[in-house]
Nanobody, 124 residues
């Protein structure tokens, strides 16, 4: 059974940085397919903010491009999100997701496996 566990969330001041991690277990090749980061604030739909495909190509939502960096470690079956220059509007619950059956076209696509989320709060 595939399991994703996020970590690294917390509270920071605007301008600060955080690094989220997502550890996959239960499937040896989780990092070989699509992997993505999503976020959700109360009352709004969950949105994808970053994706990385099988070959390491990345895509970003406009509001985070240039500030956030998605990366993965295939050997560790792990996904990361480095978040710099954080803004109060980045405050949300952040989720990682994987779709092992798809290798490309990973941005704004369907994901079937999700973590439980980690809260990021940015104060002004």
């Amino acid at each position: 059974q595939v399991r994703l566990v996020e970590s690294g969330g917390g509270s920071v001041q605007a301008g600060g940085s955080l690094r989220l991690s997502c550890q996959a277990s239960g499937y040896q090749y989780a990092a070989a397919g699509c992997m993505g980061w999503f976020r959700q604030v109360p009352g709004k739909e969950r949105e994808q903010i970053a994706a990385i495909d099988s070959e390491g190509s990345t895509s970003y939502e406009d509001s985070v491009r240039g500030r956030f960096t998605i990366s993965k470690d295939k050997a560790k079956n792990a996904l990361y999100l480095r978040m710099n220059s954080l803004k109060p509007e980045d405050t949300a619950m952040y989720y990682c997701a994987i779709e092992p059956d798809r290798r490309f076209a990973c941005y704004k696509s369907e994901y079937n496996y999700w973590g439980q989320g980690t809260q990021v709060t940015v104060s002004s």
